[in-house]
Each structure stands twice: as structure tokens, then as C-alpha cells.
């Protein structure tokens, strides 16, 4: 009975051990690491998104109120990994949001922090760039470090975080292939085609686009007031036109049902809830190892 109690108590001491090595092996990690681990862990287990820490669980009321969540995993030595599908100005995005077992937003630390995780830009804007503001003032700089100080210079003197409205076409250069090699130089015509070299960019980023509505498609807004859009930059410039004028509580638009959803493949589902567009983005949209995730027959 004594060697049983023994051999029990050396299994719990190895046990506790090997969590107390998880935990300090994630206490010496940074962001990126962080986020690595808890992405390629295969022993995530679902959990409901009222389960977070209440630190996340602001964030995601806070940054992402016109998501829904597809997905929440907690990495139990590392972390959590969100899945979010964006529902308003750029519906049918999937975004990957980790947060640290505190409860803190990963990858959202700051710009010396960003530089120790080694991220890089996926292109630059090649200068001189033109731009102006809505007070009708306008600026041609020279590099990116006058192109921040321009645009912190504007905001102290007005208070308002405005983007710039570019004087088209501008260029953007990719960074390259190979190091030390020449990335792609781009011409951009107008905040469409800027877009698109941004979305271009989002593998990066942990998002991709999953979706589009097959349009019109109607919402009904925080207010209580319907959008109804006829096409995807129609629901964009009315999502952004009305946040930017919105003063009350932040609420994710609700979608009208039913609606269709054309996917990459042309295939298309028809939705009558959120329920089941949340399946809809769970069988088609996520992936896992970086394969599609299964779940055939789902589509219309």
C-alpha cells in the first residue's frame, strides 16, 4: 500500500512538474512565439467565450463588437486563440485574435515590441506620397518618418485619428521574395485597389477572407435603423459612414435573414441564422494544420 501511495504521489510530483515547466517555458516567450504555440498546439480544447478572462473578453467587446465569435480554444499552458468573423464593414473576413492566459491581447504591444518579434511590413509606400484631410488640408512627404510625424502632427491639432486620403495613384513596393532581393513595385488607382494590396497581405496577418453576401443584404444598425447595401463597397462606405457618426453603445449590426453566401469555389449557402452562419464559417472557412477544415455538404 505504501510503494501504491508512493508510485502515486511520484506521478502527481512529474505532473506538476511538467506544467510548472509548460508555464515557465510561456512566461519567457514573447508575442510571436506565444501566438505560435498556442496556434500549433493539437491539445486545444473548445470553450465557450463567456470563459475568457474578463481582460479579453473587454477587448473583444471593445475592438471587435461587430464580430461573432466562430471559434474560442484555450491552450491550457499557453493561451487563446479566437476565431472571429467579421460582420460589418468587412463581412466575411475571418480574423485569429491570442490572447495569454492573463487575459492580455497578444501582438498588441507597441512598436518596440513588434520590432524584438522580428514582424515585418508586407509593403511600403514609395515616396514622395500626397495626401490630405477632411479640414481640407494636404501634405506631400517625403518618407515614412515624416509620414508618421505628419499624421501625429494633424491628430494633436485636431484630435481626431483620421485616415489620410491619398492623391492617387500612388506605388507600394512588396517586400521580396528572397533577402536582399526586389519586391514587387504595385500602382494603386483609388482606396479599392489599396484595399486589395492590404488584403493581399492578411495570410500575415492570421485572417483571410472567407466569404462574400450575395447582395442586396440588410442590417439592422445599433440604432435601431436598417442599411441595406447593393454591393460589398456600398456596405462598406455605409458601415464606416455610419460607426463614424454613431455616439451610442457599440453593438454589432444584425444581420436580416435569410441571406446567401457565395464561396471562393462559386458555391452557394443559403443561411436563415446566426447559428447557422457560424456553422457555415466552422465547415468552411477554418483551417486546421493548414488544410481546409472538413465538413462537407454544408454548402448550397
Known sequence: MKKLLL???????????????????????????????????????????????????MVVD?????????????????????SLGDMAIDAGDVTEVFFARDGRKLGDRGGDDRKRHGKRKCFRFVFPLSFSFSDGSSYTVNDGKEFHTTLKAHFEATGTKERPAFTYPIQVQFRPE???????????????????????????ENDKRCFSFVFPVSFIMPDGSTLTASDEEDLSAQMKAFFESYDGEKKRPELV?????????GSVLTVNSHEEMKQAWKDNCRRKGGEEGEGGGTRG
Do not use: W
Not at 62 to 82: C, M, R, T
Not at 257 to 265: I, M, N, S
Open 7 to 57: 508510485m502515486f504521489g511520484m506521478v502527481l510530483f512529474v505532473s506538476s512538474c511538467q506544467d510548472n515547466m509548460s508555464y515557465m517555458e510561456a512566461d519567457m516567450m514573447n508575442d510571436a512565439q506565444l501566438m505560435e504555440a498556442i496556434a500549433s498546439d493539437p491539445n486545444k480544447i473548445e470553450i465557450d467565450s463567456v470563459d475568457l478572462p474578463v481582460l479579453s473578453r
Open 62 to 82: 471593445n475592438q471587435y463588437f461587430d464580430h461573432i465569435a466562430i471559434e474560442v480554444e484555450l491552450s491550457l499552458n499557453y493561451g487563446y486563440q479566437l
Open 178 to 204: 528572397e533577402e536582399g532581393g526586389e519586391g514587387e513595385v504595385l500602382t494603386v488607382n483609388s482606396d479599392d485597389e489599396l484595399k486589395e494590396a492590404f488584403q493581399a497581405c492578411r495570410g500575415e
Open 257 to 265: 435573414f435569410p441571406v446567401d453566401l457565395t464561396f471562393e469555389d
